[in-house]
T-cell receptor
Framework: KQEVTQIPAALSVPEGENLVLNCSFT??????LQWFRQDPGKGLTSLLL?????REQTSGRLNASLDKSSGRSTLYIAASQPGDSATYLC??????????FGTGTQLKVEL | SAVISQKPSRDICQRGTSLTIQCQVD?????MFWYRQQPGQSLTLIAT?????????ESGFVIDKFPISRPNLTFSTLTVSNMSPEDSSIYLC??????????FGEGSRLTVL
């Protein structure tokens, strides 16, 4: 059974700092990995999708990497802003198109 | 990317009643999903809504409690039946595009008194 863990569970950083969020998964037989952000009480916004054959994806200040063999992904956020404050979730798609979500990292970027 | 609209965005309901949540997508999609997010928890898949056939439910979820309709490739509904306070959650509609990327609606926040 796939298990997805995110560390840290919560993170508070000053504005402008670069930061890394971690996601690990137990079964490396995945089709893709996706990073989302969720604002309180809202739905999920897709940030980046990495296919299993890819090593990284970039969008603006965000860069996501994937090391399938070690079961790890990182989301790098450059020059953090207060508007980046949200919960960040990773999710992996495995066999049978089954999606497994991580536990989430709650990020707070302070002025 | 798909644009997904959900209604209602939030509701407060009485115990024992039922509520139907609607999900409208701006393009035709094959795969449509319903998730539940209980307070402080991550997302749990309720079922996959199949066009023209019965939904496929995950373990722990049954059709009598969560009936789903999927009349066409752009629309689905989820009904939460005979509600109890334990059903208080955010319910999310999701679609998967051809790339494998998953998109979500804004969610329907349900509070059961």
């Amino acid at each position: 059974k796939q298990e997805v863990t995110q560390i840290p569970a919560a993170l508070s950083v000053p504005e402008g700092e670069n930061l890394v969020l971690n996601c690990s998964f137990t079964d490396s037989a995945i089709y893709n990995l996706q990073w989302f952000r969720q604002d309180p009480g809202k739905g999920l916004t897709s940030l980046l999708l990495i296919q299993s054959s890819q090593r990284e994806q970039t969008s603006g200040r965000l860069n996501a990497s994937l090391d399938k063999s070690s079961g790890r992904s990182t989301l790098y956020i450059a020059a953090s802003q207060p508007g980046d404050s949200a919960t960040y979730l990773c999710a992996v798609t495995g066999g049978g198109n089954k999606l497994t979500f991580g536990t989430g990292t709650q990020l707070k970027v302070e002025l | 990317s798909a644009v997904i609209s959900q209604k209602p965005s939030r509701d407060i309901c009485q115990r024992g009643t039922s509520l139907t949540i609607q999900c409208q997508v701006d393009s035709q999609v094959t795969m449509m999903f319903w998730y539940r997010q209980q307070p402080g928890q991550s997302l749990t898949l309720i079922a996959t809504a199949n066009q023209g056939s019965e939904a496929t439910y995950e373990s722990g979820f049954v059709i009598d409690k969560f009936p789903i309709s999927r009349p066409n490739l752009t629309f689905s509904t989820l009904t939460v039946s005979n509600m109890s306070p334990e059903d208080s959650s955010i319910y999310l509609c999701s679609v998967r595009e051809g790339t494998g990327e998953l998109f979500f609606g804004e969610g329907s926040r349900l509070t059961v008194l």
